[in-house]
């Protein structure tokens, strides 16, 4: 790899030797993908995925230390993933037991954060692009992130472009300012090898959808057609927050970094589809391969009939506008049952600066009033608490089904499993 | 009996191990999640190769990793803590997440795990839980009965 002089006197250790390391650390890891050269990161914000202080991390605890003891600092202040700890979420004793020990490091690893260069106290969720939140790249911004939904957001529908880091490796670019070009970084890493054809009779939910095609296409970027038909050709609310939970699906059922739809999404609407190489497989998904994908996952609950005793909405983390929404439906499906709250303990999760524009509104009081509780929290975090996986929890996430012992429910289905069911 | 396979070198290094074998893709967050210093037993019921089998200091052979991307940060945290496997060694082009791992660890730790990719489909059909392995520097792996 061929490095500017100043990051060639990093590597030889002009700022350190734990600079020196870190700029040791990206050059291989650039090589091993046939990286030629160092590109500055461009956006004002980091983001971190390691938002956990969870015990079993005592190496990554060490290597902080060692950063903050070498005297380095992020070159660009950090959001980070959500915290794993909320009192407001629902918990028996034993879990809350559990759960203390299990991140009792939390307090520790937040403060060493803090020392390298998170953003805020409040900087805490995966969603670190929504306005609200501020930590959202221009189109072509080059960034340092590992989150999967949110690398595969800000380089689908925002333009930005950031490859699939693994956690440290996107705090290292963070710190030094530079990461290795390839892949998603560069023009031919953003082509389609796979034509997605969309091609339902309904409205396909976003969490299926994106699941199908994840499993399908793996890491590889596809282009989706047909898709405009539901979703128009805007990139507005409504837009945006399906394509969030789309592309979170497609990044955890697969590994997708980057996506494009057709008519919709930036490069989609600048390039159409000379963006798909021309050897590019094809993918038809109808509503009966919708229902084959969400009839393929497998219910690890002990009991499989077991009644739900918790349902978590928001992985990756609810926009306003879902806020508003769920809160409208359920106030309306509540009074058609003659019901005033839930009748399975409910927790929207969303992030801090959402949750407190949200309180700022009458729906806020509503919420609440059904008995629903609204958390900053990261659904997973609290899922890998093992007396928690044990209990059957349903989430209309595709991400929290996969990750977890968690059941997936199309948005309707919550609705009705939440508001007593069928009956 | 043996037979060589040819892959590049990621990490380099040399290592005579045992093999342990994931043929579909090895999810490392869910596969540590209960380890603890020099001991991982794999966690991951999705993977039916590796599930309740001890990955420290095996020669793991696998096709990519997948899932989280925490994974180089796992990876790497097992060596901190001495669970780490003894080799990586990948049919395919290694994925980010490992490559990310074997990278920390060969660089931030004293557990360098050496590490070879693309050895090929046909590494994966041949090689078996228990064989012995031979890492060569140059990317060569020998796979001995």
């Known amino acids: ?423 | 009996m043996e037979k060589i396979f040819k892959g590049r070198v990621v990490v380099p290094g040399e290592a005579t191990l045992t093999a342990l074998v994931s043929h579909g893709g090895f999810n490392t967050l869910a596969s540590y999640k209960d380890c603890k210093e020099g001991k991982n037993i794999c966690t991951d019921q999705n993977n039916p190769d590796l599930f309740g089998k001890s990955t420290v200091g095996v020669a793991l052979c696998l096709p990519q990793t997948i899932g989280s991307t925490t994974g180089g940060m796992v990876f790497f945290n097992a060596a901190v803590i001495n669970c780490n496997p003894g080799a990586m060694l990948f049919s395919k082009p290694i994925d980010s997440l490992a490559a990310a791992g074997a990278i920390l660890a060969s660089v931030w730790t004293p557990n360098n795990i050496p590490t070879v990719d693309q050895l090929g489909d046909e590494f994966l059909d041949y090689v078996k839980d228990g064989m012995t392995i031979e890492i060569r520097p140059d990317g060569e792996v020998v796979v001995r009965d």
């Open chain 1, 1 to 423: 790899m061929e490095l500017t002089k100043e990051q060639q006197a990093i590597l030889d250790g002009s700022q350190g030797e734990v600079m020196s390391k870190i700029m040791k650390t990206l050059v291989m890891y650039g090589e091993t993908f046939g990286a030629t050269k160092m590109v500055p990161v461009t956006s004002t914000y980091g983001h971190i995925v390691t938002s956990f202080g969870v015990i079993v991390l005592k190496g990554v605890f060490e290597l902080m230390d060692e950063l903050i003891a070498g005297g380095v600092k992020s070159k660009q202040l950090f959001s980070a993933d959500p915290r794993p700890l909320d009192k407001k979420v629902p918990k028996n004793l034993l879990q809350d037991l559990v759960f203390h020990v299990m991140y009792g490091p939390q307090k520790r690893y937040e403060e060493q954060l803090r020392k390298i260069g998170l953003l805020s106290d409040d900087a805490f969720t995966c969603a670190c692009y929504f306005p609200e939140v501020g930590n959202r790249p221009k189109k072509g911004d080059i960034l340092s992130w590992a989150e999967s939904s949110a690398v595969n957001y800000a380089n689908s529908v925002l333009g930005a472009r950031c490859n699939r880091n693994s956690g440290i490796i996107e705090m290292f670019g963070s710190i030094v300012g530079y990461v290795p070009y390839f892949g998603l970084l560069t023009d031919e890493g953003r082509m389609a090898s796979w034509i997605v054809e969309v091609r339902t009779e309904k409205m396909p939910e976003a969490q299926l959808l994106g699941s199908a095609v994840g499993m399908k296409v793996l890491e590889d970027v596809p282009y989706v057609k047909g898709l405009d038909r539901w979703i128009g050709t805007e990139l507005n609310d409504a837009a945006t927050t399906y394509l969030k939970d789309f592309g979170a699906a497609t990044a955890s059922n697969g590994s997708v970094g980057l996506y494009h739809i057709d008519r919709l999404t930036p490069e989609a609407v600048e390039h159409g589809e000379k963006l798909i190489r021309p050897d590019a497989k094809v993918y038809v998904i109808d509503d009966a391969e919708l229902e084959r994908v969400k009839a393929s996952y497998p219910v690890i609950w002990k009991k499989k009939d077991a009644k739900p005793k918790l349902c978590f909405m928001g992985c990756p983390h609810m926009t306003l506008a879902q806020l508003n929404d769920w809160t409208d439906r359920l106030e309306k499906k509540l009074r058609e049952k003659n019901l005033s709250k839930v009748r399975i303990k409910t927790v929207f999760t969303s992030a801090p600066a959402v949750i407190e524009a949200f309180n700022k509104t009458e729906r806020s009081r509503k919420l609440k009033d059904m008995g629903v509780v609204l958390s900053y929290i990261c659904p997973l975090m609290y899922m890998n608490n093992p007396l928690c996986a044990k209990m059957p929890v349903i989430t209309n996430s595709n991400k929290l089904r996969t990750y977890t012992s968690s059941r997936y429910y199309t948005d309707a289905e919550i609705l009705d499993q939440i508001t007593g069911g069928t009956k």
